[in-house]
């Protein structure tokens, strides 16, 4: 188990350099399957997803090789075999599998995929979307098999934008007979970016990036190149971080319309940020005002920084309601942030937050991936010691984190207990 260790309350200054997206990469390695010989992905963050994602691909018999931040995936021995419980519950990602497999195979054999405990995750529109597509789909116990004898375009209307969904769906359509239309898609700025990838490979692919997303299945796909576009949560917690203890602090390689929810409310509540073309800068100010968020799809306030965000809101002179929207249990750290001087009141899945709160150190467990950033936030303004636990969930999603703090003059350190 590995625990964080934050000496707390220090200016922090410079710039962070932010890295490639997790939720595009988790997908777009995945994706490699479909292409057939050596694919390229540039950008891949060092996080704990992409090692657990490999260790899928390595047992489909592909191979893989890292250098730095540039994966090359070579799928020309490809050998589709189950993809064992261990493996598959290590992450959320791994259900991309199912519809990368299934189109290029025409059958899957795999477990539930795991991830954060933020909500009850079901995965029904993924597999009514391969139903539609002509697949058969089989569950025994914990496992699901998949299987076509070929796949046919069709028309998938999905009941909520997922973007699981929409990039499974676009994944098992790609290969298929004809046209298919996934309406309703998920439009988030990484289905753009993995869109782009399968067009890299030869896919017939229009609108992703809308909700309207058309691809004419082609016969087979070539192997493909893409950069990962820069990580939009890894950017919104740093910039919520230098808006609670930042001088100047500058969060580098970032796209500021993937962010414009975020520092939009930012610059409502009083913040003293700069916004750049590819960078944001941004200092702790002393008066912030209270405000109310929701979370939404893309183009929204993302659900992923709402947990970051929650610990401004106990910075801010006032009170503030937060309403999450996507998934039922992701206040889970509140009880840590009361613990530190917050005073945060959760009913389902809003809370109400009275500021200003003086911090301070002490041990609590990070339960999930934003959850755990949030503690390091807090841990990062409170005064004294944070030990943070269980920190194994942030590692899952930012990388470096360690060295990227430090540089910027953070008391932190990662130990193995
Ligand atoms: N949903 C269903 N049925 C489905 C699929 C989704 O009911 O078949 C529901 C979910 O339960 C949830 C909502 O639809 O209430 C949204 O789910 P979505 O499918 O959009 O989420 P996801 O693809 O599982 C991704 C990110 C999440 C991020 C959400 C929303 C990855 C690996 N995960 O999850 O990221 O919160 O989109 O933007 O891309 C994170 O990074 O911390 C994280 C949880």
């Not at 592909?62 to 490809?78: A, G």
């Not at 539609?132 to 069709?154: C, D, M, P, S």
């Not at 359509?173 to 298919?180: I, Q």
Request: proline share 3%.
């Amino acid at each position: 188990m590995k625990q964080m260790i934050i000496e707390g309350n220090n200016t922090l200054t410079g710039s962070i350099l932010i890295g490639g997206a997790k939720n595009s990469a988790v997908a777009l390695i995945p994706a490699s399957i479909l292409a057939s010989g050596k694919s390229k992905i540039f950008k891949v963050p060092n996080i704990s997803d992409r090692d657990a994602l490999i260790e899928i691909l390595e047992i489909l018999n592909c191979k893989v090789l890292i250098e730095e931040d540039l994966l090359t995936i070579d799928t020309s021995n490809l050998k589709n075999t189950v993809i064992d419980e261990k493996h598959s519950k290590k992450l959320r990602a791994s259900y991309y599998f199912m519809g990368a497999l299934l189109g290029k195979e025409k059958y899957v054999e795999m477990y539930i995929p795991g991830g954060c405990n933020i909500g009850a995750r079901p995965i029904d529109m993924h597999i009514d979307g391969f139903k539609a597509l002509g697949a058969e789909v089989i569950t025994e116990g914990n496992k699901y098999i998949l299987k076509a004898e070929k796949l046919k375009g069709t028309d998938i209307y999905l009941r909520f934008q997922s973007v699981g969904a929409t990039i499974n769906l676009m994944f098992a359509s790609v290969l298929a007979e004809g046209k298919t239309v996934i309406h309703n898609a998920a439009k988030e700025a990484e289905i753009e970016n993995i869109a782009d990838y399968l067009i890299s490979m030869g896919a017939d692919i229009k609108g992703a990036g809308t909700d309207e997303i058309t691809i004419n299945g082609v016969s087979s796909l070539h192997e493909g190149t893409i950069t990962v576009i820069p990580d939009r949560i890894e950017a919104g917690t740093y910039i919520i971080l230098g808006a609670l203890v930042g001088k100047n602090l500058c969060i580098e390689n970032v796209i500021p319309k993937h962010i414009e929810a975020l520092t939009s409310k930012l610059i409502d509540m009083g913040s003293d940020i700069i916004i750049n073309k590819n960078n944001v800068i941004i200092s702790k100010v002393d008066n912030l005002k209270p405000t109310n968020i929701k979370t939404l799809v893309y183009p929204g306030f993302p659900t992923d920084i709402g947990q970051p965000m929650s610990v401004l809101l106990t910075q801010a002179r006032g009170t503030s309601l937060f309403e999450e929207t996507i998934w039922e249990n992701r206040m889970g750290h509140v009880p840590s942030l009361n613990k530190m001087g917050a005073n945060i009141t959760v009913k389902g899945m809003t809370s109400m937050t009275i500021g200003p709160s003086s911090l301070h150190g002490t041990e609590v467990v990070a339960t999930d991936l934003r959850g755990g950033a949030a503690l390091v936030l807090a841990g990062l303004t409170a005064t004294g010691t944070t030990i943070i636990n269980d920190v194994e969930h942030i590692l899952r999603g930012y990388e470096n984190i360690e060295e990227k703090l430090t540089k910027v003059g953070a008391k932190i350190k990662i130990k193995e207990i």
